[in-house]
């Protein structure tokens, strides 16, 4: 018999997703490649599902040999040239109408080209975008896919019987566009992603001056019965409470992030596209200076210990809240400037629907925001979400003056709070900007109460 669904790459979530389609009575078959470093791993993967329809296989004739045709091979492969060579070596067996799909986080400007060259072959490809970690690919993930429509709908029997389930029973999967419109969209999630994490480190870094693991991981599974509810929230509370033997685990762990791309891939592509996303990038930027571990010891300024001012629990968490709707709102943004650019036609609601589950960024405020994108194309035109930050903007410059007070580092909630000031002030202070570009380079300027849209030049050397 041969199997309906190819894998290539065995690695934590290659597995994770085959074991998925095998409880789902899905036949797969396997391979990965065999080095001094990786020995029997696919014969290992079928022994230990020998009463699931698996097969295994470490020769690629043979694996592609034991698909049914077209051929639908999922590769689970670090994304970038192992992706390409991967795809060069599939080629010379693979048939037309045979279909290509990349899990990876591969760029999605990668992902056009691929599937450009592929379809000159009569082959297709699809960058298909995966989140939820291993559990999520385990028990069902969030999928991205973008690609070709066609090819889309033979996979999509597999695709939407392993993603995860939102709250009214619908895959967590849907098409979303053509090219990389899977990748670019799983691309802001990352991003989105980012921010989210650093806003909930730097509650840690707040509250942990004043308070101890177990109430602060007490506080966040309160929240967490709120609307502040979230995957995140949820794990970040465990991880405070987690101990190995006397030592809290957190404590071992060297204050250095690392990061695989896909967050400076977001920033570079909200720039390019002309889109603030100033709340996950100032999260790159953490991340990034954080890694420089050793200048920030020999800089690490040494001040007297001073008493820490009260904290105001309250405001902290309409700070938090405040933060989460803008970076959300900022991802959204992205997406539909690129929907645009790029003739996507993005479905917001949709990809709220998919990211509401089996994923990293799941939250209650997901699933609030799928009603408001069915009505609206941006979370700002919604009236009560507009009265909501209005009304925690205090809040948030008292958290902002408290951290400034004590010297802690708090770069997502100061941008967040730094953009809502300007995208509310109807007159900035960009009119000085651009009188000194007309200064030195004539770059020219519109007129205040102009509506024709003429540009002037002021000789102000005269």
Same mark, same amino acid.
């Given at each position: ?15 994770? *997703? ?14 990965? #490649? ?86 000159? =072959? ?33 996979? /999509? ?51 942990? =001056? ?24 949820? *794990? ?16 071992? *762990? ?62 902290? =968490?309409?700070?938090?809240?405040? /933060? ?17 650019? !790029? ?66 580092? *708090? ?7 730094? !953009? ?16 000194? #570009? ?25």
């Amino acid at each position: 018999m041969k199997a309906t669904f190819g894998i290539i790459g065995l690695g934590v979530m290659g597995k994770s *997703i085959a074991i998925n389609a095998l409880n789902h009575h899905i036949s797969v078959a396997v391979y990965n #490649r065999e080095t001094k470093d990786e020995v029997n791993i696919a014969k290992d993967f079928v022994a230990a599902h020998a009463e699931k329809n698996v097969q295994g296989f470490t020769v690629l004739k043979d694996f592609i040999n034991a698909l049914e045709t077209p051929r639908k091979i999922l590769l689970m492969v670090n994304a970038g040239n192992a992706v390409d060579q991967v795809v060069n070596n599939l080629l010379p067996f693979l048939s037309e109408e045979d279909i290509i799909l990349d899990g990876g986080n591969s760029h999605y400007q990668d992902t056009n080209r691929r599937i450009t060259t592929l379809r000159e =072959k009569n082959i297709h490809f699809l960058g298909v975008g995966i989140s939820g970690g291993e559990e999520g690919a385990l028990k069902g993930p969030s999928l991205m896919p973008g690609g070709d429509w066609r090819s889309y709908q033979k996979v /999509a029997p597999i695709l939407e019987t392993i993603a995860a389930k939102d709250n009214n029973g619908k895959p967590c999967c849907a098409y979303l566009g053509k090219n990389g419109a899977g990748h670019f969209v799983k691309m802001v999630h990352n991003g989105i992603e980012y921010g989210d994490m650093q806003l909930l480190a730097e509650l840690y870094e707040i509250l942990s =001056k004043s308070n101890n693991y177990e109430d602060i991981a007490a506080l966040f599974n309160a929240w967490n019965q709120t609307e502040l509810a979230s995957y995140l929230l949820e *794990i970040t509370a465990k991880i405070l409470t987690t101990k190995e033997g006397d030592d809290y685990v957190l404590d071992t *762990i060297l204050d250095k992030a690392g990061n695989k791309g896909t967050g400076s891939w977001s920033s570079k592509a909200a720039m390019e596209l002309g889109v603030p996303t100033t709340i996950k990038t100032a999260a790159v930027y953490a991340r990034y200076i954080s890694s420089f571990h050793q200048k920030r010891q020999e800089l690490g300024v040494k001040s007297a210990k001073e008493s820490i001012g009260e904290l105001n629990i309250e405001a902290l =968490k309409e700070a938090y809240s405040f /933060a989460r709707i803008l970076n959300l709102h900022q991802g959204f943004e992205l997406l539909q400037a690129a929907s645009k650019e !790029y003739d996507w036609q993005l479905n917001l609601a949709e990809i709220c629907s998919i990211w509401s589950n089996g994923c990293i960024i799941k939250s209650a405020l997901l699933e609030k925001s799928i009603e408001i994108f069915q009505q609206h194309t941006t979370l700002l035109d919604n009236s009560s979400i507009i009265q909501q930050l209005q009304t925690q903007e205090n809040d948030v410059k008292k958290i902002i003056k408290y951290a400034l007070d004590n010297r802690l580092n *708090i770069p997502c909630i100061s941008a967040a709070y730094n !953009y809502w000031i300007m995208m509310t002030t109807q007159r900035t202070s960009a009119n000085m900007i651009q009188a000194q #570009r007309d200064f030195f380079g004539a770059h020219t300027f519109q007129k205040v109460n102009d509506t024709t849209g003429q540009t002037f030049h002021y000789n102000w050397k005269k």
